[in-house]
C-alpha cells in the first residue's frame, strides 16, 4: 500500500525561518504579526483553558492583540522550539517549550503570583505564499514551584 504524496511548496527551510519570526512575535515584538499573519487569518485553540475566543482573531491586528494581551500577563514569558518544525505540504509543525512567572493575571488555579511555570506546547501553522493564513495551537502548564 502506497500514501498519495503531499506536494506542496514549503521548504523546510521556509518553515523554520517563519516559525523564527513567530518566535519573535512571541518573545519579543507582538508587531511582527503584520510581517507574518495573512490578511485573512483563521486561529484554531482547544475550548479548555482558553483564554480568548479564537473567532476575535481574523487578521495580523487581531493576532498582535491576543499575543500582547496574553504575554502580559506574565513576567519573563518567553518560548523556545522542542522541536521542528516538521514540514508537510503547506504545514509546519513545531513543539515548544515556554517559561514565566505568574503574575495572577489568567484565571488559571495555578497563575499564583510569583510562581515559576512551564508550559509545553504544539503549533500548527498553514504557510501560504510566505504568510501564515491558520494555525492550530495547543498548550499546557506542565510544571509550576
Not at 76 to 98: E, Q, S
Not at 123 to 130: A, K, P, Q
Request: glycine share 10%; charged share 20%; with cysteine.
Amino acid at each position: 500500500m502506497s500514501l498519495p504524496a503531499v506536494y506542496g511548496t514549503l521548504t523546510r527551510q521556509a518553515a523554520a525561518d517563519m516559525w523564527e519570526r513567530w518566535l519573535v512575535m512571541w518573545n519579543e515584538d507582538p508587531e511582527v504579526a503584520h510581517e507574518i499573519i495573512a490578511d485573512e487569518y483563521r486561529v484554531h485553540l482547544p475550548t479548555a483553558g482558553a483564554t480568548i475566543d479564537p473567532a476575535q482573531i481574523r487578521d495580523a491586528a487581531g493576532m498582535a492583540d491576543w499575543v500582547r494581551g496574553f504575554t502580559g500577563k506574565f513576567g519573563d514569558l518567553t518560548y523556545y522550539t522542542d522541536f521542528g518544525p516538521m514540514v508537510d505540504g503547506d504545514l509546519a509543525t513545531v513543539r515548544w517549550i515556554g517559561t514565566a512567572v505568574c503574575q495572577g493575571k489568567t484565571g488559571w488555579p495555578t497563575d499564583v503570583p510569583g510562581t515559576p511555570i512551564t508550559f509545553v506546547g504544539v503549533d500548527i501553522l498553514r504557510i501560504i505564499e510566505g504568510k501564515i493564513v491558520e494555525c492550530w495551537t495547543q498548550g499546557a502548564v506542565t510544571a509550576s514551584s
